[in-house]
């Protein structure tokens, strides 16, 4: 009977150490365990409703009107230095008349590509503008998260959205553009 005692003695303390080691290890790892947060934006609200980004659309709408009106102007002129050649080549030779039309071809081609690579420069210039305005929001929201505390601000859209669902009190769309377009003002 002494020996079952004995064995209850170490069965119990062998257990009320394992309970006080677990318990001390729960209350470590629960210590340990931060509190996440998360928060999200809507990336398209943000981009599209930030007044730089308008204001790049709007400068570059205008030099797109500019180009068009000067791509017309160069076209008009052409058509009619081709009216004219049309005119002029009945009383022309034939190898007179193939030489100019040879030339009005060459000069409308190089029109042509001198109109397409401007044209690409002025959509270069913009998406460098663009790229460097969603850039610019990348690092606010994440100076933003960061000084707030969060573990991690996710970005949607309407056409992928990775935020299937979250709280109104998560959604940092607002402040964030609000934010932004009070900074832009003050520059």
Do not use: H
């Not at 928060?39 to 709007?58: L, R, S, V």
């Amino acid at each position: 009977m002494a020996d079952f005692y004995i064995f209850a003695e170490i069965l119990i303390k062998y257990n009320m150490k394992n309970i006080l080691i677990i318990g001390f290890l729960a209350l470590i790892l629960s210590g340990c365990q931060e509190q996440q947060k998360i928060a999200f934006i809507d990336n398209g609200k943000i981009i599209n409703d930030y007044q730089e980004k308008k204001d790049i659309e709007e400068k570059y709408k205008a030099k797109d009107e500019v180009f068009t009106k000067r791509t017309d102007s160069i076209s008009q002129a052409f058509q009619l230095e081709a009216q004219d050649f049309q005119l002029k080549s009945k009383s022309m030779s034939q190898k007179q008349a193939q030489a100019k039309y040879d030339e009005l071809g060459q000069k409308q081609q190089l029109l042509q590509q001198q109109l397409q690579f401007e044209q690409q420069q002025i959509q270069q210039a913009f998406n460098a503008e663009i790229d460097s305005v969603i850039l610019k929001v990348k690092d606010y929201v994440k100076g933003y998260g960061e000084r707030k505390g969060y573990t991690y601000i996710l970005g949607t859209t309407e056409a992928s959205s990775s935020v299937m669902y979250g709280k109104d009190e998560n959604d940092l769309t607002q402040i964030i553009l609000d934010s932004l377009n009070s900074m832009y003002k003050k520059n």
